[in-house]
């Protein structure tokens, strides 16, 4: 019921949401990711939709279908999703990062599947530390100048406000939602707190669809008005 009475809240803007998790090769076959399974995101993409945006939704390798009348871009790596997300943000209002991007990647990609040899030593990994797309579209002149308003999403074991207090200001955004994971990871249901320059709020369990509109309601109060 509630889908026919979502308020167009968003009617004219433009939102950009990445959601899933990042695939990082280490050969052909090969490769590290992580639990995220996309249903935020994808509820997010889902209610920007009927709340009146146009979305824009940059995907790691999920099992979700595509939400009726969004726009789907498919990516593997952090470096792949921050292109795509560069790609899209200059015509975009809102950028919302769910995604669950590798904070490392291989050192090097095998160009062929690595062999297991008797006798020999285990491969050791060796990681580089991957871009940061939330921070670096964040600190884009747009973002700054309040053109592109910027939420990030921080799952946390412990210690939530501590620690998302202080990633809403080392990223510099004005929303930061957080919740206590990794338990939540492929859950239909969570608790969200949201984080801004006045403290923070709780919005109580409800299903990632529920919360997907209070956040896009959240969201949308905090949009520079048009004259
Ligand atoms: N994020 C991102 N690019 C990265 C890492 C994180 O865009 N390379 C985004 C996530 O999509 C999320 C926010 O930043 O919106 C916070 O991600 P999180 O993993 O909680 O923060 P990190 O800075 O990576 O800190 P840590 O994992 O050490 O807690
Ligand atoms: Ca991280």
């Not at 990082?24 to 509820?43: L, Q």
């Not at 994971?181 to 709780?202: A, I, K, M, R, Y």
Request: hydrophobic share 45%; with cysteine; proline share 6%.
């Amino acid at each position: 019921l509630i889908t026919f009475f979502t308020p167009k809240v968003l009617a004219g803007k433009r939102v950009l949401i990445t959601a899933g998790p990042t695939y990082e090769a280490i050969d052909p076959v090969r490769g590290i990711t992580n639990r995220s399974s996309g249903k935020m995101g994808f509820a997010i993409a889902q209610a920007a939709q009927q709340a009146g945006a146009e979305v824009t939704l940059i995907s790691g390798p999920v099992a979700l279908e595509t939400p009726r009348g969004v726009l789907r871009i498919d990516v593997q790596s952090a470096r792949q999703m921050l292109e795509a997300v560069q790609q899209q943000a200059g015509a975009a209002d809102v950028f919302i990062a769910t995604a669950a991007v590798a904070d490392w990647r291989p050192a090097s990609m095998a160009d062929a599947k690595i062999k297991k040899a008797e006798g020999e030593a285990t491969p050791g990994l060796q990681f580089v530390e991957n871009p940061d797309i939330l921070a670096t579209i964040a600190h884009s002149p747009r973002a700054e100048s309040g053109q592109l308003y910027c939420v990030g999403f921080a799952a946390e074991s412990e210690n939530l406000v501590e620690y998302a207090t202080a990633k809403r200001r080392r990223k510099g955004v004005p929303l930061l939602v957080g919740n206590i994971g990794p338990n939540t990871f492929g859950q239909d249901d969570n608790v969200l707190t949201l984080f801004d320059d006045s403290g923070h709020v709780e919005l109580p369990r409800a299903s990632k669809q529920v919360l997907a509109r209070q956040l896009l309601l959240e969201i949308a109060a905090r949009l520079p008005r048009r004259q």
